[in-house]
């Protein structure tokens, strides 16, 4: 209700501001008895950090997660995990000269007026820095939807004005992880690799897309009519920081097409039913239908900028402002594992909400 | 919990199937005190309703609203506003034909997996018909927001490949209503009414976006992290049947835009603080800024068809399925009212929550 | 949110004032393909219904119940279940002495200020009517309940001073339908008949407890730490009219125990784990233990009298009021299908849940 | 939904087992701009704290808490405001001999059952440990009361068979925490540590009662018919380890009394309108009516003993049960801050709530 929890029979409750004491979270309705694997939680955690490239910010946060409660003997008890990660390398000094002035297209205006009182340090709770809970938690529903064998993954799919062409079906996904963009394309991952470092040069910054692709997904999850799976997936990745836009399946290019060209036609083979085309993206009113689910997500442009912009202070004077220290030109390849997090607390959540829905089986 | 609520301080629970005895829901939350106006809950009835011109269907729905609670002499009593609207025009023999069939890309073959049973008369809970108990919903919580002169107002800006260019801006957004597909730009409609007659010629279908457009909106609703005030409106919208996609701002277009082109620049003027331009979409940091709020969502074209599909039946036996009587073409104008009113509904929940969020003023 | 939805899984929204159009409720979640037993509703309706002693308030009260969705050839769909008794026998000039006076231990005064506006007939929104939503829930929640052989029975042990000594054990409680004021201890419901009669006589009203019983309770329902099973059923029951206390188990009486004497000593029998004694009343550490659940409820006095009493109108001028018409001398009897009906929402609704909770089983 | 959260506006998400690594929660909705009263906090879990006396359980807590986020520069910032008590003097050995043991009327069997799995030291999740994240939010909460003059007061008032006869309006509640017992009747006092001395002798423990009051609570508090505010304080009461009743204003008494002496009369005094009598307890229709809201509190007596007790092992075979090193004879006394905080965190909520329902004012 307070804005910081999310999900219903999974809970995700987050707190922390980028240089208060501690980011962290409390997952509720975890399962009981599931060997967590700390390695895969340190490895998304890995995924999402900064400093892994030339481009992105320096800042070195070694991110390490404490788990608080919920696990006993490795494996987890069915009661809230908490966990938390100290943060580390602040300085407030670096911080004075934002305390009154409001970054052009951050939210330090509108925390301010909101909360009458913000903490201007990093951005305070509206840094992206919060996604790190998210991280830790989608880590941990991962392992709920492996129990199922339901996958997801996500990639770059644009950089600026750099996209790649090709369908998720023709990329070789395990390629993803190999780029230092996360883009599974190389041809189109080095020329994305050109426009950042441009943009780098001249103080600019990028925004992009991300693609994600859920496989292993059964028939019936979500809750119509208005916990639809995809609109759950659609707030889930529009509440992460630079998210301006979400589309499922076929999206916007929908728009443009026929009826005969657009509906999934239905065949059966061996028992199974399965559409021949998957416009709809593995959602059909609602409620998943078994082919893989799809959706593209767009990020604006990093709005920390390393040359001089106009802006105002508190009293409304006019104030200029200048990135300090080093800057993410980009934070879409950070953000592949956010997105993923997201969408596996979705699925996870749906998954578990399907079975206290149903009488039989 | 269970999918047919939506909302937190005002919160609406729908219910009904397209041939059940009703459509109907309850708005629990809506402030005491406020005289109804009627008028404006059946004009927007009558917005959303098939049959307004030669190109939609025919069904004849009068869908008369009834109160059935919530009301006394004219006012809202602050207990919970029940309403319902009887189905009327109903023939079951209509759909002895599709009661074991799936028709390709509706919600048939997912609800018979979830529920193991269905009610195939007309989509059954899946039919757009359920959008009434919205539209009904949404005229009461315009009422609220136009107690604080938030105005939310939406249009037709795309229907298949034939586009607005003009931003809403640039468009007399009063003319939208007395174009029949609710598209301000009069040149343009025409051109979309031309590829309309031209579908309907060829038993086909289309799409289109429609761009909404919130005015008056004070700074400081949404509640970060995950309840921002565009995530929310992001799940309120990809809710509503056959929408793929959804943006806010600057949308996808932010993706190709570098930093200093994105970034909205604040000033003041007459000690309000505004932006020189809003690729925010008057939403930052997930809370709004004051600046108008707008966004775009994407419609798939029409899943029935007037000529021959292919598909199976309940034991995956081949089947042909031909749509019956008469079929909207397009539910984009349609659909405006609908998307008006799932906006209204955000707004006037951020709008009383913030309320209960602040202790002084 | 907004105070008229109840339940998590399985969740009730209720609607009406007592002299509106209608008294109706919403139940969703409620899972598909259950065959629903019409005729059960019809008798715990019955139950609930004034009139039906020489004692009660002999407003006729029809109490038909239109189902308007979520059922389809006679099955639930697992969509919203909605459902309304239209309010008939409504006279507006019975209630004209009421409108501007505050009845006292009535709601008048509370809904005038918390809402500045409120519908005086019958108690509008507060009165008792209301129950009429949840006995139709509850008897739908029973449905569910009887498919895992959990069963939900309540009598009457108390009316005035006359209690009804023995434990529920020593009781028949099939006998409680045979006794008009739902009391299954033969010699006592003559005495509690005595005590209405007098207090009848004497424009005097009457109290009393009423004891649920909760048989076939698997073990592991309640989520701890705030969701405990007898938190979550002390709500549900202290939110009906007039009820001023709840105990589980040993209740009250356990404050003057010693630990020795309360304890439940655990035994095994043929591989099944039980108690000894049952003070706990079959919850541990809030999760069901697989005893007999068991909790009493007590009422206070009906508010209206048939004798004068002091009070004060809105301008707080001084007022004498007088119950017209008949009214109930108790409503403790008519009272027991609604705790019952509360009681199965929620055990119906943890079972639900705890499906939910579960990965393996 | 997972039932470590707990309410709406003002919402409180807790974790940790006794034996974990640390007990916390996460209390979002705060309002911003608060300066927190840390002291107020230290007192509050000194309150709660083992050792106070020489009849209770002698663990070492230093229970020095570390708020995480929320909070800069001593005010609250509207941020969720976590925090934390690491668990020390843990020796696991200690347990090692309950690991695969039931203990009577503890958790142990329901937990087993439920989660297939626990953590047995110290009770885990179960332990009253847990109520530590109660009182640090109830803490929080009495800062956001004390802004509107609402104060929270409870007191034991029975230890096993010792009562205090007098109504709390009889007695000086500020003499509360001058008696170890936190009874504010010096004679019943004695007499209380009286029964508290024998039942330690005989390695027995009790049970008692606790009354809470509160004063200063505006007209309107309250949301009917589910979330009245009776019933929310019901359930959070009920959800405090070892509470077995809860009664409000007249509570099981008003079962024997008439209409006409339990009928609270309104009178008007200086354009307030007040009630001569309260025995509906300072709500009436489930909202506040600005009289005292008063209701006491059951609690068994502790079930862990200092005698030998028979139970049963994980594989059926019987056992037999001593409590090791030091236990409290009665935690009625510690559990005096647990019930205050819980009553906070309701009163605060719906006050928020409240603010939120209201168009006007």
Redesign the interface.
Known sequence: ???????????L?????SH?????G?L??F????LIDFELVDRELKRRRPGQSKWVSSRHEADEV?????I?QG?S??????F?IRNKDQNPADYHHLENV?R????D???Q???????HRGG???SAR?TIARVVAGALAKQ?LS?EKIAVTAYVN?I??VVVEKSYQKLNLSDTEKSPLRCPDAQRASAMEEAISL?AA?G??????ITCVITGVP??L???????L???L???V??I?AV?????????K???????????????DK?E?H?RSN???G???????GEDIYFRV????????M?P????DKE??EAVIIGKGRHDVTVVPRAVPIVEAMAALVLADHW?????????G
């Open positions: 209700m307070a804005g910081n929890t999310f999900g219903r029979i999974l809970q409750t987050t707190f922390g501001e208060g004491k501690a980011i962290g409390v509720d309705g399962p009981s008895g599931i404490e788990f608080l409660s919920g006993y494996r008890l069915g009661t809230p995990i908490a938390m409001y052009p297209s951050h939210a205006f509108t925390y007026m909101k909360y009458g009182f913000r903490d305070g709770r509206a919060e709920i129990t644009r600026g004005s943009a001249q600019e910054t990028l925004g992009g897309e028939v019936g979500g809750e119509p009519v208005f916990d639809k995809h609109a759950d659609a707030k889930a529009m509440s920081n301006k836009g979400f589309e499922i399946g076929s999206g916007f929908s728009t443009s097409m026929t009826g005969s060209q657009h509906n999934d036609l239905f065949y059966s028992k039913v559409t416009f709809s993206g959602i059909q009113g609602g409620i998943s239908n767009a990020f604006k442009p990093v709005a920390t900028l040359k912009q106009h802006s105002i409304g004077h578990l909400l399907s079975r206290g829905r149903r009488i039989n």
